[in-house]
């Protein structure tokens, strides 16, 4: 009797250490991918939280151009920067708190591929993660929040790229400090480009490679340009401030131009080149 005694209170107190290792974000927490993304860890979070009847969720991924409007149908132009939208619907009883982690994969549902997660701008209830030993930048919960709805800044890969696969998982928890009573949900959103579109933005020309990423001191941008002139480099923190601007000639042809960027703090950065009508934009990942 007294070993089951044990062996119970262990097994709450194990419990309420994983509830709050999640309650921050499992990438922020503990450096995990729990999206149901190729590539990712099996468990998400319908395995510790989707065990209740009495709260019902499901969860909703939706990528919204600058008005607004769904690109579920018209597709994404590369390079261009999108609202990215996780909401937590609840279908039945009454959830103190949400939580949730995305993923965009550069491939179709199912399959693995480059990591397509150039997020910016989270709002207050979000936060960006990098997983070094993965590569893989997560969108996710900055902590439990009253809020099912989840927004970040999205830019699309460069021209060229094909399909864009979201995934995500999200729960609504009873608050109780363990995953008792929780539910949650785990869903996708697949994307493709929009080809052949009349836009302001000129069809790009200029090869771009920043490398190594992630960087320590000196960041080397390649670039392939079919004609030279000046052009702006910006670097842009994840709120979207200036850190670091430029301008510079570039040459035609190919060109390497060195840049320190060890007075960066640690973190994720975005930067963007463009002139004579492109702009191209990178990001970057400062040990």
Known sequence: MKLNFTYTIFSLVLMAVLFS?????????????????????????VTCHGNSSSIQVTLSIDILDGEGNSIDTTGYVGGETYDAVVTINVEDGTPTGFGF???????????????????SAPADNVQIINVASTGRTYAEHKGITTDNVFRVKWTAPEKDSG????????????GNGETSGDNAACGTFTITEKLN???????????????????????????????????????????????????????QGKSDYPLSVSNLETGIYSLHLSGNGKMLTRQIVKR
């Open 21 to 45: 290792s999640s309650s921050g974000g499992r990438a922020g927490a503990a450096m995990q991918g729990n999206t149901d993304a190729p590539g990712d860890d099996t468990k998400t979070c």
């Open 101 to 119: 982690q995305m993923l965009g994969l550069n491939a179709s549902k199912g399959e693995n591929g480059p990591v397509a997660s150039e997020w």
């Open 163 to 174: 399909e864009v696969t979201f995934y995500a998982c999200g729960n609504g928890i009873n």
């Open 197 to 251: 579109t009349n836009t302001s933005r000129p069809i790009e020309s200029l090869d771009l490679v920043i490398a190594p990423n992630p960087v320590e001191d000196v960041l080397h941008i390649r670039t392939n340009s079919p004609n030279s002139g000046d052009y702006n480099l910006t670097i842009t923190d994840l709120l979207g401030r200036t850190i670091y601007q430029e301008v510079f000639d570039l040459p």
